[in-house]
């Protein structure tokens, strides 16, 4: 059952590139036997030179093998590539990969795609599964706006460079139908037969590569607050508040997929001013939590996920948010500490989806939203980031 203010931690690996598998003994297919291209390496001074099978598009590089010598043309993903006969022997060729290339769906011949070509007064050869990587055009995932969702429910992935997106998936390999897609956004409905127990990624796979969000999807295991009569729950402030569960939720938000119980801020339904100096007081209600307690809840159902060493900006508070209106005011304080509050203070983080808490609006198009808050985003008094810091600053 969905809950209220579902709030979780979870592992969330910064790497969300999961590059194909590539091997650095590549297949090599020539039409000459006097000419072969044994491998790629990097030639970036002062760097060390390393055997590469990717590389930056601009980046300088070298050929290594044999019967390079009368070097007459480059070409990379089949576009010719400029070069010096100065940088030519019979066994290296250096030259600087294009900084404009085709890398994905633009590519018009598939069969030139990762390729390295030379051509020689005496024949030719080809290098294959050398990946050119236009770092401009590097699909990234960004958000999920809700992680706990329903069967039926809308959830937009959000990042940049999505449009090439052909397959998407939900934790167990289920795939599911792309309903609308841009540059920014992918668009699904979660299927009737999703399995809202099963926790892991969403994967996107883009130009035949997957990408994937943290782990976050259905992590039951890290919720440290699952209805407002837990040990866990916030004292609140500011404006007032009130708790509603059951059919009052639905009659509030008139959603037919909501969370059993929730805690309205303010509790009757108002108009607050914009806040100012990124300020929590007199124009929002704040949450305030027992972290410790939360704390331990969630380290002893992660079966060993998290642990006394876990980097803090590996790990995040999530909880749902509604509002039946586009957002253009105030900001939310979230406090890590009950006895602590204040904009400065280091256990507290005010956020908003706006920069510099302007006028401009977040529209939560009639459903629950994820929001995400990443506890690297909380100020620290001294040195460390670990998650042995986080839990010795509170355990005393």
């Not at 390393?50 to 093998?65: D, K």
Request: with cysteine; aromatic share 10%.
């Amino acid at each position: 059952m969905k809950r209220a203010i579902d709030i979780k931690y979870f592992i969330w690996g910064m790497g969300i590139i999961l590059l194909s598998c590539i091997a650095l003994s590549s297949c090599k297919k020539q039409n000459t036997a006097d000419i072969k291209i044994d491998g790629v390496w990097t030639n970036q001074y002062p760097n060390p030179t390393v055997q590469i099978n990717i590389s930056n598009l601009g980046a300088w590089v070298r050929l290594q093998g044999h019967g390079f010598s009368g070097l007459r043309a480059i070409y990379c993903n089949g576009v010719a590539t400029s070069f010096s006969a100065a940088n030519v022997t019979d066994n290296n060729i250096i030259f600087s990969i294009p900084a404009v290339l085709p890398t994905g769906g633009d590519i018009a011949d598939t069969t030139v795609r990762n390729t390295i070509r030379i051509v020689t007064k005496n024949g030719e050869a080809v290098y294959n599964h050398f990946v050119f990587r236009d770092i401009n055009r590097i699909p990234a995932i960004n958000g999920v706006s809700a992680t706990m969702p329903f069967p039926g429910d809308m959830v937009i992935v959000s990042g940049k460079n999505l449009k090439n997106t052909t397959k998407v998936e939900m934790p167990g390999s289920l795939a599911v139908s792309i309903a609308a897609k841009t540059d920014t956004t992918i668009a699904f409905t979660v299927p009737a037969n999703v399995d809202m127990n099963k926790s892991g990624a969403i994967s996107l796979t883009i130009d035949g590569t997957v990408y994937s969000t943290p782990p976050y999807m259905y992590y039951r295991e890290g919720m440290f607050m699952e209805t407002t009569t837990d040990a866990q729950v916030p004292q609140t402030g500011g404006t007032g508040y009130t708790t509603i569960s059951g059919a009052n939720v639905a009659a509030a938000t008139k959603l037919a997929n909501n969370p059993q119980n929730v805690i309205a801020i303010p509790a009757a339904a108002k108009d607050i001013a914009v806040g100012t100096g990124n300020d929590d007081k007199n124009n929002t209600g704040f949450l305030r939590f027992q972290m410790v307690k939360a704390l331990q809840k969630v380290i002893d159902n992660s079966a060993n996920q998290i642990v006394a060493t876990t980097q803090m900006n590996n790990l995040g508070i999530q909880f749902e948010l509604y509002m039946n209106q586009p957002w253009t005011s105030g900001v939310i304080s979230y406090r890590m500490n009950i006895s602590n509050g204040g904009a400065n203070s280091y256990t507290c983080n005010n956020f908003s989806w706006w920069a510099g808490l302007s006028t401009a609006s977040y529209n939560f198009n009639n459903q629950w939203q994820t929001v995400t808050i990443p506890l690297s985003y909380f100020k620290a008094t001294s040195g460390g980031s670990s998650f042995r810091y986080f839990a010795k600053l509170y355990h005393g």
